[in-house]
C-alpha cells in the first residue's frame, strides 16, 4: 500500500466511517461533564415548533446526570481490584528481568502493566474496541550481537494505547488478522518557544506486516509529508503490531445503555424546565372589562366589584408521571448492565434474589476479565517472541470480585491437598496461586522470586 496524497492517506473504512459519529457521542455521554454540555445540542431534543430563543434557554440551563459513566467506572474498578498475575516459566535470566521491569513501566512512561489494561479495557466498554500497539525503540546504529541490542535498548518493547477512534483503515486477511492499518492523530503544536500561535497538525501512521510509515500534515502545509519510516519492531515476526480488544455487543456496555441514558437526560431536562416555569405563575384576571393596565413585581393592580384575580399553576399530576418515569429509566439503565442490584429504589428483594442478581454480574465481570488476560497473554508472547526470550508466559487472576473471599481460597485450598493427592506440581501451583493472589500488589520481581523459591522448595521435597 503506497500512500503519497492526503487522501489516500485519510480514506475511512466503511465501518469506521458508519461509527465515528456514535463513537464522539458515546465519549461525550461517558465523559459527562463541561465536555457533555459544549455538545448538548447533539442530545437536548427540540420540541417541534419550539422558538431557537427558548431552545437555547433550556440549552443554558441543561444537565446530564452520567449513570452509565459511573457503572463503567465501577465495573473497570472492580475488574482490576486486585492485579493479574504474570507467571513465567523458564530459565532465561534477562527475559525475566525484562518482564519485571516491563510490567511495572510498559510505556516508557511509568505506567504499569495493569494501569495500561485499565485505562485500554474502559476505552472498549466505552467504544466496544480499543487497540494495543506493541514497539521498539528505533536502534541508533544496527546491532551485531543481542548484548549490543539490550545496550543500545533496542530490545525494550513498550506499549501504546489507541482508542478506537484513532485506527481510521484497515485490511484483514482471512482469519480476522490485520494486514494493514492508518493510526491517525491530531493535534495542535507550537513552532518554538518564542512563537506561541499553536497550529493544527494531523499524523498518520500506517503499518503493514514488516514496514511502517508516519506521514505529517500542518495547517499551513499544503499536503501531507512522509517524516518517518522503515521495519517495525516485529517485522521478523511479519505482523502488524497493532493487537484490537474486541468486545461482543452483549458486552458493550455504553451501547446497550446509551439510548436509556438519553431518554433520561432529555425527560429530566423536560421535568426541570417544566418545573422552573411552573415557579413563574402567571396572573389570571377574570373582568368584563377591557383590560389595561401594566402587571409586575413593581406594580400594583385595580380591580372593580365584579372582577376576579387568580394564578395559573399546574396541577402536579403530569410532574407525579414524569418522576415516576425518570425512576424506572434509572433502573431500566442499571438492569441492562446486569446491575439491576445496584439501581437504588428497586423492588424490596430477598437474600436469595440479589445473591442471583450479583452473581450474574459476576459473571460478567469475569468475561472481562478473560478478555483483559486473553489480550495481556497475546501481548507478552509477541513481545517475548521478537525478542527472541526462552520463557512460557500465562496470565491469571482477574475473577474473584470480594476482598473478603481469601479466606474462603485458603480453606478450599487447604481441603484441596488434605485429599493427599500424590502430585508436587499440584502442591506448588497451589501454593504459588494462594502466595500471588495475597501478594497481589508487589512486584513482579519479588513475585518471580517467591515463585522459584516454591519451587526449589517443591525439588528439595522430591528428593
Not at 546491532?143 to 541490542?149: D, I, K, P
Not at 495547517?219 to 502488524?240: F, K, M, N, W
Not at 436469595?352 to 465481570?365: G, M, N, P, Y
Request: hydrophobic share 35%; glycine share 6%.
Amino acid at each position: 500500500m503506497a500512500l503519497r496524497t492526503v487522501d489516500e492517506i485519510n480514506a475511512e473504512h466503511p465501518q469506521y466511517s458508519g461509527r465515528k459519529r456514535l463513537l464522539r457521542q458515546y465519549r461525550d455521554l461517558y465523559v459527562g461533564g463541561e465536555q457533555f454540555r459544549a455538545n448538548a445540542t447533539t442530545f437536548l431534543l427540540r420540541r417541534q415548533k419550539e422558538p431557537l430563543d427558548v431552545y437555547s434557554e433550556r440549552l443554558s440551563r441543561v444537565f446530564y446526570e452520567n449513570y452509565i459513566g459511573s457503572i463503567i467506572d465501577w465495573y473497570i474498578a472492580t475488574l482490576f481490584r486486585r492485579e493479574p498475575l504474570i507467571i513465567i516459566e523458564g530459565e532465561d535470566r534477562s527475559a525475566r528481568t525484562f518482564l519485571a521491569e516491563f510490567s511495572e513501566d510498559c510505556d516508557l512512561r511509568g505506567t504499569s502493566l495493569t494501569d495500561f489494561y485499565r485505562q485500554a479495557m474502559l476505552d472498549a466498554l466505552v467504544c466496544g474496541s480499543s487497540y494495543v500497539l506493541v514497539d521498539f525503540p528505533r536502534p541508533k546504529k544496527l546491532a551485531t550481537s543481542r548484548a549490543e541490542e539490550e545496550m543500545d535498548g533496542a530490545a525494550r518493547a513498550y506499549l501504546t494505547h489507541c482508542s478506537a477512534e484513532s485506527l481510521i483503515n484497515w485490511s484483514t486477511d482471512e482469519r480476522g488478522n490485520f494486514e494493514w492499518v492508518v493510526l491517525r492523530n491530531e493535534g495542535l503544536r507550537t513552532a518554538n518557544f518564542r512563537n506561541s500561535q499553536r497550529e493544527a497538525v494531523i499524523q498518520w501512521t500506517y503499518f503493514d506486516r514488516e514496514n511502517y510509515q508516519v506521514y505529517r500534515k500542518a495547517e499551513s502545509d499544503q499536503d501531507a509529508c512522509l517524516i518517518d519510516g522503515g521495519r517495525h519492531g516485529l517485522a521478523r515476526l511479519e505482523r502488524v503490531p497493532v493487537m484490537p480488544i474486541f468486545l461482543s455487543e452483549g458486552l458493550w456496555l455504553m451501547n446497550r445503555g446509551a439510548l436509556l441514558q438519553l431518554e433520561h437526560f432529555n425527560k429530566s431536562n423536560a421535568l426541570g424546565w417544566a418545573l422552573s416555569q411552573g415557579l413563574f405563575a402567571q396572573p389570571v384576571i377574570y373582568s368584563e372589562r377591557e383590560w389595561s393596565q401594566m402587571i409586575g413585581d413593581s406594580y400594583f393592580i385595580q380591580l372593580g366589584p365584579n372582577d376576579k384575580f387568580g394564578w395559573t399553576e399546574p396541577s402536579g399530576k403530569v410532574y407525579e408521571i414524569a418522576a415516576e418515569n425518570l425512576k424506572r429509566l434509572q433502573t431500566e439503565v442499571y438492569r441492562v448492565c446486569y446491575l439491576q442490584h445496584l439501581a437504588g429504589g428497586s423492588p424490596i428483594q430477598s437474600g436469595l434474589s440479589k445473591l442471583r442478581d450479583f452473581a450474574i454480574t459476576q459473571e460478567v465481570l469475569r468475561a472481562y476479565g478473560d478478555c483483559a488476560k486473553d489480550s495481556m497473554k497475546r501481548v507478552l508472547r509477541t513481545v517475548a517472541a521478537a525478542r527472541q526470550d526462552n520463557v512460557s508466559i500465562d496470565i491469571s487472576g482477574l475473577e474473584e470480585f470480594d476482598i473478603g473471599d481469601f479466606g474462603t481460597e485458603l480453606e478450599d485450598a487447604q481441603k484441596l491437598l488434605d485429599l493427599g493427592v500424590g502430585s508436587t506440581t499440584l502442591r506448588t501451583q497451589v501454593l504459588k496461586k494462594l502466595a500471588f493472589k495475597f501478594l497481589c500488589d508487589v512486584r513482579q520481581e519479588v513475585k518471580d522470586r517467591i515463585g522459584d523459591e516454591i519451587d526449589r522448595a517443591a525439588e528439595r521435597d522430591t528428593v
